[in-house]
């Protein structure tokens, strides 16, 4: 069975049937994620469980307009004809769910992949196995397996996934691993969308509100303990406020977390020992200014303020975690030389009150999207696209733009019997310089 049935009413009862199915288990969801990570309970709600919610309600209450068939202005070199788009899911889905956001990640995908009359193989992360077992209930409860098949397990897996032939592959994850699927469905000439990462600057300058800005900055950073594909991953802060705003960070660290953010349940764990030791060594690569410590067998690791060495792998690598680098600049074109150092970004940040250069500078630098005076906050609205530019991912989704990745428009041209022009017939004679008029005009 490659679609789930085309009437929009069976789509509409299946997504209704999953929100309720979310909302009976939203407390064994979250405990879940807590016993994967120490995922904070308001962190789980609001990025995980209620925002799902809030995605499947609002392609509930659209779905149909989306659906409908779009007329276009027909051309008059068609004329008479309607002409019109239409909507039609690829087939055979695979979702490869990546381990930040279990539950988000897997879920908001397979909304829009259902809506969209797709049937789906879901690959949800094997390094949150909580989240896993419940996802593997939670959609056997509402779909048949022809429907939605939850496939757990390993890399393994994933590998032996890729060598089937899909109609359409959506992976979240990183750029190494994203190469490998985006390689993968080469084979088959399948489309994909991949959400992958980058080292996303935040660029503060000199004229920001300088502990609004911490504050904001903070909660952007260390938000599910940096573990977040759009978390700023380095700060290029002008050098007349370097020293306020490292001092205005470690206020706001604390105001979070308390002076021993071990101790606080608003703050999560890494993922798993692997991801510990690779920020441990990134910790050495510069002189820390805060934090900068952790507990390996809690898998902790402290809120870190750090001046990097500006050639070491700290400064190379996308860093997902709570290590947040600081650099001072003085001249803009610092800033341009840093952002060309690497690949377009996933996310792109500034805080200023000259809103004209920020937009200005946003101009002329690509990226997958971003804030002005803030951080992450693009990801919530559903009427935005969310995805990447180049090395941070192809593709978008969340909302309309999500029923559309899953979605093959058609195009129609109905042309009736009556009125039919002649110019397009042979013998074409001295029908070249009229043709020539007539295409200039449209």
Sequence with gaps: MSRIRDDINYRLERLKALYNAIEVR?????????????????????????????????????????????????????FPAVESIHYEPYGKVLIIAPWNYPFQLALAP????????????????????????????????????????????????????????????????????GKIVAAAAAKHLTPVTLELGGKNPCIVAADTDIKLTAKRIVWGKFLNAGQTCIAPDYILVHASIYEPLVSALKV??????????????????????????????????????????????????????????????????ELFGPILPLVPFTEEKVITKWIQRYEKPLAFYIFTKNIRWAKQLMDQHGFGGGCINDTILHFNNKRLPF??????????????????????????????????????YAPYLNKIKFVKKIMKLF
């Design 387 to 424: 995805g990447g530019i180049g090395h941070s991912g192809m593709g978008a989704y969340h909302g309309q733009w999500g029923f559309e990745t899953f979605s093959h428009r058609k195009a129609i041209v109905y042309k009736p019997f009556w009125g039919d022009v002649p110019l397009r």
């Design 252 to 317: 706001e660290i604390e105001a979070a977390y308390g002076k021993d953010p071990e101790q606080s349940p608003d703050y999560a764990r890494i993922i798993s020992d692997k991801h510990w030791v690779r920020l441990e060594a990134m910790s050495q690569q510069g002189t820390v200014l805060y934090g900068g410590t952790g507990q390996r067998d809690q898998r902790y690791w402290a809120p870190t303020l750090i001046a990097p060495d500006q050639n070491s792998a700290l400064m190379q690598e």
């Design 110 to 177: 397979l909304t829009a992949a259902i809506a969209a009359g797709n049937t789906v193989v879901l690959k949800p992360s094997e390094l949150t196995p909580s989240v896993s077992a419940v996802l593997s209930e939670l959609i056997s409860a509402v779909f048949t397996q022809e429907e939605v098949l939850v496939q757990e397990g390993g890399p393994e897996i994933a590998q032996e996934l890729l060598q089937e032939r899909w109609d359409y592959i959506f992976f979240t994850g990183s750029v190494a691993v």
């Design 26 to 78: 939203e407390e064994a969801i979250v405990a879940a994620l807590y016993t994967d990570f120490k995922k904070p309970r308001f962190e789980s709600i609001a990025t995980e469980t209620a925002y799902v919610l809030s995605d499947i309600k609002n392609t509930i209450r659209q779905l149909k307009s989306w659906s409908r068939p779009k007329s276009v202005w027909p051309s008059l070199l068609n």
